[in-house]
């Protein structure tokens, strides 16, 4: 029972570069999000998905792109790196069936991401 | 959206009955509330969810007023394991997807 799986666990990136951080579920969620926390500071959402082939926009969302091709994957594309987006990034899932707030947050172990 | 306001930070000593108290003024009629505990370099895990008066699960209880307006969070007996940033998140069928953390609050228990 793996639930919500991230990789890399660590990534440095130079100013400029992107990179997809990758977030996969076996739990058959329909909603999965991407948050990111600051330190010591709280987790701010960035994009989510209802299901596959919808996304939107969550508070912080300049920088990255997103997708949802299958129910299982939302990756998390990093355009074009900068120092502001050092953070750790934590993905989520939870089941959806319309009263998803009854399902809680299933979260991942968070990538850990440094931008020189 | 239901803004959460909840205090920056809690102490207590081991043994202790804990209360963290959160307030959502705006929380919509279908909206639940959930918390959530996190331990540092880990995702947030979730304690306990509610919708109206009182809740009670293994580690934790639950306590909604009948406005709903706040909810208590009590962790009983605290250990030193219970240090961790805890958040409380409100949303329903009326609510968008659009699920935003309050701030959360940091619990520190000393021995």
């Known amino acids: 029972n793996a639930g919500v799986t991230q990789t890399p666990k660590f990534q440095v990136l130079k100013t400029g570069q992107s990179m997809t951080l990758q977030c996969a579920q076996d739990?058959?969620?329909?909603?999965m999000s991407w948050y990111r926390q600051d330190p010591g500071m709280g987790l701010r959402l960035i994009h989510y998905?209802?299901?596959?082939?919808?996304?939107d926009q969550g508070e912080v969302p300049n920088g990255y792109n997103v997708s949802r091709s299958t129910t299982e994957d939302f990756p998390l594309r990093l355009l074009s790196a900068a120092p502001s987006q050092t953070s750790v990034y934590f993905c989520?899932?939870?089941?959806?069936?319309?009263?998803?707030?009854?399902?809680?947050?299933?979260f991942g172990n968070g990538t850990r991401l440094t931008v020189t | 959206l239901a803004k959460t306001t909840q205090p920056i930070s809690m102490d207590s000593y081991e043994g202790q009955e804990v209360n963290i108290t959160c307030s959502h003024n705006?929380?919509?009629?279908?909206?639940?509330i959930t918390w959530y505990q996190q331990f540092p370099s880990q995702g947030p895990r979730f304690i306990i969810q509610?919708?109206?008066t009182k809740v009670t699960n293994e580690v934790a209880s639950l306590f909604i007023p009948a406005d709903r307006k706040s909810s208590t969070l009590s962790l009983p007996r605290v250990s030193l394991s219970d240090t961790a940033v805890y958040y409380c998140?409100?949303?329903?069928?009326?609510?968008?997807?659009?699920?935003?953390f309050g701030s959360g609050t940091r619990l520190l228990v000393r021995p």
């Open positions: 998905s209802v299901g596959a082939g919808i996304t």
């Open positions: 509610g919708y109206k």
């Open positions: 989520a899932s939870s089941y959806s069936s319309g009263t998803f707030y009854n399902s809680p947050l299933h």
């Open positions: 739990m058959n969620h329909e909603y």
């Open positions: 998140l409100v949303g329903g069928m009326d609510s968008s997807y659009k699920l935003i």
């Open positions: 705006n929380i919509a009629t279908n909206d639940y």
